[in-house]
Every structure is written in structure tokens, then in C-alpha cells.
């Protein structure tokens, strides 16, 4: 039997690209880390669907476009705290409730994206 990958198991790209859709306006409107957003937020929504796709065992898009994906390094220009980290995190958890994505996924998601986000951590 062929073992799936979490991005088909959570439902491919329509799931990440409906996680992204729906993460970006909760991000925005967080006063912790909404502001370290840049108001045009479309490349960097595109960018996120990219990498999520990619983390998740998809088709490796977002280093057949930007390379190898260095994510602690691209995060050094901002002030990554713990608060931050928790703050990403918690608009995660919303925007993977908001889309009704089964329980026991949103908290494999939550695991797997935890391990990047404190990893950011630079302040």
C-alpha cells in the first residue's frame, strides 16, 4: 500500500491555497503580528502557498522558484519573538478551525508548523 503525504492527505492544493486564503486576513488584523506585514500581501501570500505545499510533501515549488528555502535565514530581517511565534501559531489554529479541516489534522499541522515558527525565534 502507498503511504500518502500530508499534503494529499489534508487535501492537496486546494486545502493549502484554502489555508493561505484564509490565514492572511486573520494575520492582518493580529495587533502582534499583523504589522510586520506588508500591506500589498499577495506575494507573500503566494510565496506561503509555495512553501506550505512544499513542507507538507507536495511538489517541491517553492525551491524549483526561489531555491532552497533557508526560512530562519528569510525570517532574520524581522524581530521573531516568542510572542510572535505564538501569535503565527494561534492565527494557524483559527484559520485551520475556520475551514473545518478535521481536528486530528489541524493538530498534526499545528505540531509540524511549530517546529519552524520557534525555530524563527531571533529576539
Known amino acids: 500500500m502507498e503511504e500518502k503525504s500530508l499534503y ?7 486545502t493549502v491555497r484554502k489555508i ?3 490565514f492572511y486576513p486573520i494575520v492582518q488584523e493580529n495587533s502582534v503580528i499583523g504589522p510586520l506585514f506588508p500591506a500589498d500581501i499577495m506575494p507573500v501570500k503566494e510565496k506561503q502557498f509555495l512553501f506550505l505545499t512544499q513542507f507538507f510533501g507536495g511538489p517541491p515549488l517553492y ?5 532552497h528555502p533557508m526560512m530562519r535565514a ?17 492565527c494557524m489554529k ?30
Open 63 to 67: 525551491s524549483e522558484q526561489y531555491g
Open 74 to 90: 528569510r525570517h532574520l530581517p524581522f524581530e521573531i519573538t516568542r510572542e510572535r511565534a505564538d501569535a503565527w501559531l494561534g
Open 94 to 123: 483559527k484559520a485551520l478551525s475556520t475551514i473545518e479541516l478535521d481536528k486530528q489534522l489541524q493538530a498534526i499541522l499545528l505540531e509540524r508548523l511549530s517546529g519552524p515558527a520557534y525555530h524563527f525565534i531571533n529576539s
Open 8 to 14: 494529499e492527505v489534508i487535501g492537496g492544493e486546494a
Open 20 to 22: 493561505v486564503e484564509t
